[in-house]
């Protein structure tokens, strides 16, 4: 009885993610963001973070969406960058600046990036899947 209830429970879940990931509707998701270049600059070190957006859905999203990335650190958003409406397919490239001091060890920064939209209220069927809109790089 227990393996049975198990199971059932798996399945449920697994018929939910696989819902979720591949909803019908605009999707759009955070897909990378890296390290694009880091020049040295005395006792600060620029780094250039670059990422991507892309509509995973099967819509295109509506003209007026409002969305953003929001760009956190320790859990303080430090600023963000506006993302056009997308349609299915599309991308969206945005970048970041940040200086740190270049005696900082490898791995010690990490940099959070997440999907903001801020109109329509609610987002509804402008973003079907919002468990994709968060991202975190390390350096």
């Known amino acids: 009885m227990r393996t049975v209830m198990l199971a059932s429970v798996l399945l449920a879940?697994?018929?939910a993610n696989a819902a979720a990931a591949s909803c019908a509707g605009?999707?759009?998701a955070i897909v990378s963001v890296k390290v694009q270049n880091v020049a040295?600059?005395?006792s600060v070190n620029?780094?250039?973070l670059v990422g991507r957006v892309t509509n995973l859905g099967s819509?295109?999203?509506a003209s007026n969406v409002l969305q953003f990335v929001d760009i956190y650190q320790n859990g303080?958003?430090?600023e963000d960058r506006g993302v056009p409406p997308l349609a299915p397919g599309?991308?969206?490239t945005f970048s970041y600046d940040w200086q740190r001091a270049s005696d900082a060890g490898t791995g010690t920064t990490t940099m959070n990036f997440s999907l903001r939209m801020t109109s329509p209220s609610p987002p509804g069927n402008q973003d079907c899947n919002p468990?994709?809109?968060t991202y975190n790089v390390t350096f």
């Open 76 to 78: 303080t958003r430090l």
């Open 13 to 15: 879940q697994l018929s």
């Open 46 to 48: 620029h780094y250039t």
């Open 26 to 28: 605009a999707d759009p």
């Open 59 to 61: 819509a295109k999203q």
């Open 40 to 42: 040295a600059g005395g």
């Open 90 to 92: 599309q991308s969206y």
């Open 131 to 133: 468990g994709n809109n």
